[in-house]
């Protein structure tokens, strides 16, 4: 798949499934980026691999307030921010270190999805929150790679979905989006 078949212009092969929280639908732009966080955190979502929306912002890249309020919120944050991680190799580093991996845990992706079905060594009172940042960066130059952590991604969120800690993973989206992952806001 080349990376133009897994980017989507703004608007382009956008999909236009509603997600429920509680008993309120929300479409796309009906939520802004904050109030779909605050749905997420309330536990009114269902877990899964999400696109969040953010509006562009100059600097917000690496901007990590959301796990403030995660972490008020009994939520485990984590932040992979892409802009280094170019290939398979740099983003299992990435995630080795962002997810407090064991030491060699992580070296490909079958070990990281096992690793990230399990988390023992960093328990949360709600839930995870991934938020993936700049990952345009590997879909233009592996987009294979990409693919791969999403379905490592996948994975886990349907580990975890049952549980009283779900994980959320967040792909970061500012005019760019991943095909056939769904919005939050």
């Given at each position: 798949m080349s990376a133009g078949e897994m980017l989507a212009a703004d608007g382009a092969?956008?999909?236009g499934t509603p997600r429920t929280a509680g008993t309120q639908e929300?479409?796309?732009d009906d939520v802004d980026a904050n109030q779909a966080l605050t749905e997420l955190l309330a536990g009114r979502l269902?877990?899964?691999?999400?696109?969040w929306r953010t509006p562009p912002?100059?600097?917000a890249v690496g901007d990590t307030s959301w796990t403030e309020r995660a972490e008020e919120a009994g939520w485990r944050g984590f932040h992979l921010d892409g802009r280094r991680a170019r290939d398979s190799r740099s983003?299992?580093?990435?995630?080795?270190?962002v997810f407090e991996l064991p030491d060699g845990a992580g070296a490909d992706w079958d070990d990281l999805g096992e690793c990230l079905k399990d988390l023992s060594w960093t328990p949360a009172k709600n839930g995870y929150v991934v938020l993936y940042e700049s990952w345009a960066e590997?879909?233009?130059?592996?987009?294979?790679?990409?693919?791969?952590?999403?379905?490592?991604?996948a994975g886990a969120v349907k580990a975890?979905?049952?549980?009283?800690?779900?994980?959320?993973?967040?792909?970061?989206?500012?005019?760019v989006e991943v095909a056939g992952v769904p919005r939050l806001a």
């Open positions: 092969g956008r999909p929300l479409r796309g269902e877990p899964g691999v999400y696109q912002v100059p600097g983003l299992l580093r990435l995630c080795a270190g590997l879909a233009d130059a592996d987009p294979g790679s990409l693919r791969a952590v999403l379905d490592v991604f975890w979905r049952d549980t009283p800690t779900p994980m959320t993973v967040l792909m970061s989206s500012v005019g």
